[in-house]
């Protein structure tokens, strides 16, 4: 193998080394936060550093959701997202039900809460939101949209999703948890086609 070919696949091999290994302490710090959930402070802990790290690092992360603010040190746990203090501020002011907010380096988290954020993302998020015409200039203010029914949809589901997660036991990852969810999709048409085609043969 040429020189250069042998270090990038070096470099390839020990960036993937590097994830699994990431993704292996954030899968411990998850287990741990969850044997304590019943210790003290109502099971709530500081933002474990590993979780931290892949938090900032997901697509989006580097940027407020809402204004686009680089560095945001604050999050809507509704919605798995991160925000500046100034766009917090505008979701407290929206209600707990609405959205919850947290500060990524001041609050103390839940098992569940962490995992919204691990599973969430700006990018996904405002993919959202751009699919269901939630951005400017279809909306003059980003605040409303958190009181749509598109935008609720987003927050059950992401809900019903972190659940499952949390139930399928140690952390795995975004691309374990999806991976499964698209062999559930395809295992689920292919029973429909077959359901389609017996009563075709009946």
């Given at each position: ?167 399928g036991g140690m952390y795995q990852g975004r691309e374990a948890s999806r991976s499964t969810k698209q062999q559930q999709s395809k295992t689920s048409s292919r029973q ?11």
């Open positions: 193998m040429p020189p250069r070919q042998c270090c990038e696949s070096s470099s390839h091999n020990n960036s993937d080394e590097s994830e699994v290994s990431m993704l292996e302490a954030a899968a411990t710090e998850l287990e741990e936060m969850r044997s304590n959930q019943n210790c003290s402070n109502h099971g709530l802990h500081p933002l474990p550093p590993t979780c931290y790290q892949i938090l900032t690092s997901l697509p989006g992360n580097h940027q407020c959701i809402d204004c686009g603010s680089n560095h945001p040190d604050w999050a809507t746990v509704s919605y798995g997202a991160l925000l500046c203090l100034q766009c917090s501020g505008k979701h407290r002011s929206l209600g707990v039900k609405t959205s919850c907010v947290r500060s990524i380096s001041m609050d103390n988290w839940s098992h569940s809460q962490v995992l919204s954020m691990l599973e969430g993302g700006n990018t996904q998020l405002a993919q959202f939101f751009e699919r269901h015409a939630l951005v400017p200039p279809n909306i003059n203010d980003t605040d409303h949209r958190y009181k749509t029914k598109a935008a609720r949809f987003y927050k059950e589901h992401l809900s019903l999703h972190v659940q499952k997660v949390s139930c429909q086609q077959q359901q389609q085609q017996q009563q075709q043969q009946q």
